[in-house]
């Protein structure tokens, strides 16, 4: 089974920057943007984006299961994981999607259906500037300790 993490979000804006901020702790290095790199165990290849496009319907297409990772400022814990359904929505502009339009989208066009989640990670700060509050960074280790485990049980 291929999967793909999405970290989605603006390093530049404090904890708007956690789902690449995961991204980067997984794949030990910070990637550029939209380059795909595989973690160490080969499980996972992973990519972020300061937001998601039409273009990551084709991108996601080619995975069994297809986690996206973004900020949330009213999160119930410091992360979470919830399947995502297919949903076309009509945003403000055609240059961002949510992850249930890229996922709706992949099935419209390239008749692709991978198994969508979205793992929400809470945020406290938002201003301009880099770098993650301390409360962004207890959510980053939340994050990485409930993906490890939600891929892990993927394999069994």
């Not at 290095?29 to 084709?58: C, H, K």
């Not at 996601?60 to 297919?86: C, K, M, Q, S």
């Not at 201003?127 to 049980?153: C, M, N, Q, V, Y």
């Amino acid at each position: 089974m291929k999967t793909l993490l999405v970290g989605v979000g603006n390093p530049g804006r404090r904890d708007d920057g956690l789902g690449p901020a995961l991204v980067e702790r997984l794949g030990g290095m910070r990637p550029p943007e939209r380059a795909v790199i595989t973690t160490a165990d080969g499980s996972t290849d992973l990519f972020w984006a300061y937001q998601l496009n039409i273009e990551d319907a084709a991108a996601v297409g080619d995975y069994d299961r297809v986690i996206f990772a973004d900020a949330a400022v009213e999160a119930a814990a410091e992360a979470d994981i919830a399947p995502l359904a297919p949903a076309a929505s009509i945003a403000f502009t055609t240059h961002e999607m949510s992850p249930a339009s890229v996922l709706a989208l992949a099935e419209e066009l390239y008749g692709k259906s991978p198994a969508g989640f979205l793992l929400q990670i809470r945020g406290a700060e938002w201003d301009f500037a880099e770098g993650l509050s301390a409360e962004g960074e207890r959510s980053l280790d939340e994050a990485e300790r409930l993906f490890r485990s939600f891929i892990k049980e993927l394999k069994t």
